[in-house]
């Protein structure tokens, strides 16, 4: 999968032509439905063969332009290494497609910029945080976004856990034959049943851990996720460093699960800090509205030409809803057309790209759940 970076929706951003062709859709990553994947596809180019048409192309020439995505069609190897949805930009001269991990809707617009505001859903989200699993025998540390995982190596850790001998009531019931087939490793104490020895021996080990972790860890103020059992994480958090320990931590013991699975139960953790920064700007933007209306604007033409000064703090604009019209920069008008071809710009795309540049954040989201009835709004910088 291709990582989508910010100076990648820059670049995008910067194309200007006379047919920009953007289209986006669901894909499907397994089973026979996989199949619909080839259809959809279609679909949407024939829908652009259409918009070509339109804009006065003949018939070779749309051969030509749209060449490259009906050769992924064809293509079954492409098919079978999808995510959740594809994104394919396309002009005369340029050609990529980004296949990721979020569900998009159906979509295709020629314009003279590509659309892409649905990849700032993505890219918006792609927030870091760290997952450490944590036990006697084994542990790991990965960086992950809600997206995806990849594991940190940590060889002076792993030294740390294989050279660990706990005291002897612990490393008696962890080699005999009950303690092996009961799987020792945090499943069978809690903290009071731990003798003083024993916990002074876990300290020094989760303290050594710290620190090891603090060194491979560059921003020490992203969230750190713990995956243990409940005494392990009470005694690792008493003795860590690490400013940004999650209150809340996958319970059970992480020996033997798989990436995937940790991901999936540090995602249910994580997402819940996500809704509550959106929450928390929403109610924001609420309060302001009332308390100083200066500081929150609704209206697109006007949101426009304040992107473009830098003056847009926080954004909520809807992903399926499109304002097509001319922003002259230099004589700084604004011309709402509605009208999707010729040297139109989807306006609202303009207002989260010039936020998102500037510095701001930019909240994507079904019309549904933004904090107003409008498609766009936005807290201001002044």
């Given at each position: 999968m ?29 089973g ?16 652009v ?63 003279n910029?590509?659309?892409i ?17 944590l ?8 960086e ?121 139960k ?6 819940k ?103 766009i ?6």
């Amino acid at each position: 999968m291709k990582r989508l970076e910010l100076n990648t929706i820059m670049n995008l951003s910067n194309f200007e032509g006379r047919a920009l062709i953007s289209i986006y859709m669901p894909t499907f990553r397994a089973g026979i439905e996989v199949n619909q994947n080839r259809i959809i596809l279609k679909n949407r180019l024939n829908e652009v063969e259409k918009k070509l048409s339109s804009l006065g192309y003949n018939k070779r020439d749309i051969d030509n332009l749209l060449k490259p995505a009906n050769r992924l069609v064809d293509e079954t190897i492409f098919w079978q290494y999808q995510e959740d949805g594809l994104a394919i930009f396309l002009s005369d001269d340029f050609f990529t497609y980004f296949s990721l991990p979020v569900k998009f809707k159906e979509l295709s617009i020629v314009s003279n910029r590509f659309y892409i505001r649905p990849l700032l859903k993505y890219f918006t989200q792609l927030s870091d945080f760290y997952i450490l699993t944590l036990s006697q025998e084994e542990v790991n540390l990965y960086e992950a976004t809600p997206f995806e995982i990849n594991k940190i190596e940590a060889p002076q850790i792993d030294e740390l856990v294989r050279d660990f001998v706990p005291g002897n009531e612990l490393h008696q019931e962890a080699t005999s034959p009950k303690g092996a087939a009961r799987g020792f490793g945090g499943r069978m104490h809690s903290l009071h049943e731990l003798s003083k020895t024993e916990k002074i021996e876990l300290s020094n080990l989760f303290r050594n851990i710290d620190k090891g972790v603090c060194k491979l860890i560059s921003d020490t103020k992203k969230p750190l996720i713990i995956y243990s059992v409940e005494y392990i994480y009470s005694m690792y958090k008493e003795v860590s460093s690490y400013k940004n320990i999650l209150d809340e931590y996958i319970k059970g013991s992480p020996i033997g699960v798989k990436p995937k699975e940790v991901h999936e139960k540090a995602v249910e953790i994580y997402s819940k800090i996500i809704q509550n920064h959106i929450d928390k700007d929403k109610n924001r933007l609420l309060e302001l509205k009332n308390a100083n209306p200066q500081l929150v604007c609704e209206e697109a033409k006007e949101l426009v030409k304040l992107s473009y000064s830098g003056n847009v703090e926080t954004l909520f604009v809807a992903e399926d809803y499109q304002l097509f019209g001319k922003f002259d920069e230099e004589k700084f008008e604004v011309e709402v057309t509605n009208e999707e071809v010729g040297s139109n710009t989807d306006l609202l795309d303009y207002i989260a790209l010039k936020t998102l540049f500037n510095g701001g954040k930019v909240y994507v989201m079904e019309k549904e759940n933004l904090p107003v009835e409008k498609p766009i709004s936005a807290i201001l910088r002044y």
